[in-house]
């Protein structure tokens, strides 16, 4: 099979790592895949910012957390069986967020054209680091910290800039089967 085919076919969002670094060398080639992303106009609207910092890691885990369950709220009436078991997960994991990853890298953008380009570069990323052999995930829940002040001054978020990240990076403690997935919904014309 074509090797950046196997790669979309078996990269799976991994939740649960290894404690151990992953080399900046290594860290560096998948930002460097993010960066070769295609952007509009050619913009490249982002930029990188890698946390290994295992306090940083946990302040900005203390801060996403009950931001992430405002949101999770919301599924208590819509979905309430979905809701309790995200909850039971809250309550089992250390971190339920960035899932004790030795590696967060924030996609940061900014610009007209930054909701369009960084999550390409967001993909490359995570397709990059499964090539490498490494796990990955897009961690939504990860970006709910920028109602603290000092988060943002670390990140140097401007008040243009959003985050489009992160992505979560380790060695995989094991790789998820593939979920059942739809048939593409197809109209040829």
Known sequence: M???????????????YE???????????????????????????W????????????????????????????????????????????EALEDPIYYSAPVIIFVIGSGPFADLSCP????????????????????????LVTDNEEIKKELELSVDEKIYGPIIIGYAQKFPEPPPKKGPRIKWI
């Open 2 to 16: 074509n090797p950046v085919l196997k790669a979309i076919a078996e990269r799976r969002a991994v939740r649960s």
């Open 19 to 45: 404690p151990r670094p992953v080399p900046e060398d290594i860290i560096k080639k998948i930002i460097e895949a993010g960066n070769q992303a295609p952007s509009a106009m050619n913009s490249q609207p």
């Open 47 to 90: 930029r990188f910012v890698v946390v290994e910092d295992r306090e940083f890691h946990r302040k900005l885990m203390e801060t996403a957390i009950p931001n992430s369950k405002k949101i999770l709220e919301l599924f208590k009436d819509i979905n309430p069986e979905r809701y309790q078991t995200i909850m039971k997960r809250y």
């Open 120 to 143: 390409l570069a967001c993909q490359n990323m995570m397709l990059a680091a499964y090539s490498l052999g490494l796990g990955s995930c897009w961690v939504h829940f990860g970006s």
